[in-house]
């Protein structure tokens, strides 16, 4: 099974901006999917951003335009750019991963993906 680690969470102004990592290792896939979830209290887990093996993105239209996911293959890093935060995107940030590309469909749900981190606090503040 792969493992997922995360970084790079922590608190940070309205407009500010992080960027996650989320370093794999053991048994990885020649074609994948990697996505980026979050869950804040008393909701459900939602995707957020997806990144294919062949390079194809998908994003959750909340955050479109603010993120960007992205992957370092040579490194087996996945990152979350995140821009122009908003309160809301206050949550814990997940990073997954599953063999079976998406080819760019959304929604994306957590069940679909067997590998997980243990999560990243992210807070935003007014």
């Known amino acids: 099974q792969v493992q997922l680690v995360e970084s790079g969470g922590g608190s940070v102004q309205a407009g500010g901006s992080l960027r996650l990592s989320c370093a794999a290792s053991g048994y990885t896939y020649s074609r994948y999917c990697m996505g980026w979830f979050r869950q804040a209290p008393g909701k459900e887990r939602e995707g957020v951003a997806t990144?294919?093996?062949?390079?194809?993105?998908a994003y959750a239209n909340s955050v479109k335009g603010r993120f960007t996911i992205s992957v370092d293959n040579a490194k087996k890093i996945l990152y979350l750019q995140m821009n122009s935060l908003k309160p809301e995107d206050t949550a814990m940030y997940y990073c997954?991963?599953?063999?079976?590309?998406?080819?760019?469909?959304?929604?994306?749900?957590?069940?679909?993906?067997?590998?997980w981190g243990q999560g990243t606090q992210v807070t935003v503040s007014s």
């Open positions: 997954a991963a599953d063999p079976y590309p998406y080819g760019g469909t959304w929604p994306v749900y957590p069940e679909n993906f067997e590998s």
């Open positions: 990144i294919d093996s062949d390079g194809t993105t």
